[in-house]
């Protein structure tokens, strides 16, 4: 209904009625943009996807240091995976304790070390086709698209864009998915708006904007996206 509350534009970017997918053109234009401002990232891919997604598991509700933290702890305190699925739990949670919620994270790595296989091998993901690979890691207890993305991405530079809560909240003020959708729908969108070669370089920008500037209060003022972001024209 026009002018009616579902219309009008809000700091979570377009409703759902002005809402259309974006072109590659104009998804291109705000890579560069992002690029003018934080430069190009290198990825520097891993080759171990066990180590990711303990990492990723880690790195829920924590910073980046206290999260590393946990995980130095984690793998300098045991031999291997293996030594990690088969201890007490209480012990896997007294080493990641410095990384919060370890009450939590504790089961659910050991849940996942479990779930791998008695191999303890993923290295075959690298070449796996891409929807078996995500339907794998996805079917590990507790693993959702956002730690699939990760493993894919900063292990074996595949390309994917993991949507965290900065590529969500920009990805929804830019439109580059409809208003609302789900994190799985917005996983989809945005690998099929932006070119595979970009994919890491346009998730660490946008993290990294997400920090700066495209903040919950966003400081539109110095955006270099303004011009061509419905939140930030209209503020
Ligand atoms: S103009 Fe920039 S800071 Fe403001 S909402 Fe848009 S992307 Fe975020």
Redo the contacts with the bound molecule.
Sequence with gaps: MAGGPGSRRN?SGPSRADWARPRKARVRRIRDRLREMYGRPLNLPHRMPIDELVRTILSQATSDLNRDRAYERLSGGFDDWAEVRDAPVEEIERAIRPGGLSNQKAPRIKAVLRAIGEDMDLDWLETADRDQAIEFLTALPGVGRKTAACVQVFTWDRPEIPVDVHVYR?GG??GLFRPNASFEEAHDEMIGLVDPCDSYEFHMNLIR?GRE??RPT???G?????RM????RE?
């Design positions: 700091a920009i003020r830019l904007h500037l495209c966003p400081k539109c110095a955006c270099g996206l303004r972001c419905p939140v930030g503020r």
